[in-house]
């Protein structure tokens, strides 16, 4: 019986394009805040400064520790602290909320956002909170 023995080959290097397909929106992107530590009222936290023309259709919130006995409320505000007129709650006993505004918040280029606690839980007041925008440029 007779075995043939191969030299080995070289490697052989083989390139490929992906396709990953477009987005479903290319003009969406989001801006994270995080406040560490237990949350407390009037403490304002964060900052976005918007690209272009954008509108924030919601927030996400998720903490590590959820607010006990009543809700958390953030409230976005301006760079002088000035409320926008778009607050969002995380539920007694939640760790995340999804919240989309009923009416977007239009906002200009260069307009800079803040998130502010306005209350907290009462028993504990919640705490390492990610408030998280959801924001869309506009063309």
């Known amino acids: 019986m007779s075995t043939t023995h191969l ?8 390139a490929y394009t992906p396709t990953i397909p477009d987005p479903t929106d290319r003009a969406m992107h989001t801006a994270t805040f995080y406040f ?7 403490q304002a936290f964060g900052l976005y400064k918007s690209p272009s023309a954008v509108v924030i259709r919601g927030v996400q919130l998720a903490a590590q520790t959820a607010p006990v006995g009543s809700v958390v409320i953030i409230e976005l505000v301006d760079a002088d602290g000035v409320s926008l007129g778009r607050t969002a709650t995380l539920p007694a006993g939640a760790l995340y909320a999804d919240i989309t505004f009923g009416t977007p918040l239009s906002l200009g280029a260069n307009t800079i956002i803040r998130a502010k606690v306005t209350a907290v839980g009462s028993t504990t007041p919640g705490g390492y909170l990610q408030v998280t925008l959801l924001a869309q440029v506009i063309p």
């Open 7 to 14: 030299a080995p080959s070289a490697p052989q290097l083989v």
């Open 36 to 42: 560490t530590g237990n949350l407390t009222v009037a």
